[in-house]
């Protein structure tokens, strides 16, 4: 669960190839949870749970347990309170991060996330000096299909406001608010969507040298083990 697609898919084969699977369900389990004590349990009419149990069945989560967590967040079943949590920080050569977690400690929560930084050579940044180098957008991701000019044409008069590809994936950006809609359109189509997500994205991504990229790398890899965070924004790009 990450922000940047490219870290997404490195971080989402890692999930797969080891031993966090339970890690990532209850991560997945938490984001269910908050979404549907947000909005309701009715993914028709709550966009933010139709994504999270999309993600969670991305990942093999059981039926079972993708209802289990949306009775709790709907008060159906007895679950631990928890909240969303939006960290501003900086990795090493301040680098600006947004963190997002869902916890039901907040002091434990900003505790472990500061020492992860401290030990990265990061450090705790003030609230508003980070969130505005970012922007809220919806993203698509297709992979290994590139999309054709007569879906590009559609895909931009419904809204989509960029098209990105890195290697054999294509992602589509577009407002928040659009991006039920061009899913639709991306699907009747006859494309397979890989991933759909609202993300913060930079205004102004960076690309670094292949050393600070890999410390950054090993820094997103301890905070992802870190049991509640949820997404990892960086401006760096992958």
Same mark, same amino acid.
């Given at each position: 669960?990450?922000?940047?697609? !490219?870290?997404?898919?490195?971080?989402?084969?890692?999930?797969?190839?080891?031993? !966090?699977?339970?890690?990532?369900?209850?991560?997945?389990?938490a984001f269910i949870t908050v979404a549907a004590r947000e909005k309701g349990g009715d993914m028709n009419s709550n966009p933010k749970l139709r994504m999270a149990v999309e993600k969670a069945k991305s990942?093999?989560?059981?039926?079972?347990?993708?209802?289990?967590?949306?009775?709790?967040?709907?008060?159906?079943?007895?679950?631990?309170?928890?909240? *969303?949590?939006?960290?501003?920080?900086?990795?090493?050569?301040?680098?600006?991060?947004?963190?997002?977690?869902?916890?039901?400690?907040?002091?434990?929560?900003?505790?472990?996330?500061?020492?992860?930084?401290n030990s990265f050579e990061g450090k705790m940044a003030n609230s508003g000096s980070v969130k505005w180098l970012f922007e809220e957008k919806g993203q698509i991701i297709l992979e290994e299909q590139k999309?054709?000019?007569?879906?590009?044409?559609?895909?931009?008069?419904?809204?989509?406001?960029?098209?990105?590809?890195?290697?054999?994936?294509?992602?589509?950006?577009?407002?928040?608010?659009?991006?039920? !809609?061009?899913?639709?359109?991306?699907?009747?189509?006859?494309?397979?969507?890989? *991933?759909?997500?609202?993300?913060?994205?930079?205004?102004?991504?960076?690309?670094?040298?292949?050393?600070?990229?890999?410390?950054?790398?090993?820094?997103?890899?301890?905070?992802?083990?870190?049991?509640?965070?949820?997404?990892?924004?960086?401006?760096?790009?992958?």
């Amino acid at each position: 669960m990450s922000g940047h697609s !490219k870290w997404s898919q490195i971080k989402n084969k890692k999930a797969s190839t080891d031993a !966090k699977r339970s890690a990532v369900f209850s991560k997945l389990t938490a984001f269910i949870t908050v979404a549907a004590r947000e909005k309701g349990g009715d993914m028709n009419s709550n966009p933010k749970l139709r994504m999270a149990v999309e993600k969670a069945k991305s990942f093999n989560m059981p039926a079972d347990n993708i209802e289990r967590a949306i009775k709790k967040g709907t008060g159906e079943l007895e679950g631990l309170v928890l909240e *969303e949590l939006f960290i501003e920080a900086y990795a090493a050569n301040g680098k600006p991060l947004l963190i997002t977690a869902i916890t039901d400690n907040k002091n434990r929560t900003i505790s472990e996330i500061k020492h992860i930084l401290n030990s990265f050579e990061g450090k705790m940044a003030n609230s508003g000096s980070v969130k505005w180098l970012f922007e809220e957008k919806g993203q698509i991701i297709l992979e290994e299909q590139k999309i054709n000019d007569e879906l590009e044409l559609s895909l931009i008069e419904s809204g989509a406001e960029d098209f990105k590809e890195e290697g054999e994936t294509s992602i589509i950006i577009c407002k928040p608010e659009n991006l039920e !809609k061009l899913k639709e359109i991306i699907i009747k189509s006859g494309y397979k969507i890989s *991933e759909s997500s609202v993300a913060f994205l930079p205004k102004n991504p960076e690309v670094v040298a292949e050393a600070e990229r890999e410390h950054l790398e090993k820094l997103f890899e301890a905070l992802d083990d870190q049991q509640d965070v949820a997404e990892i924004y960086s401006t760096i790009t992958f």
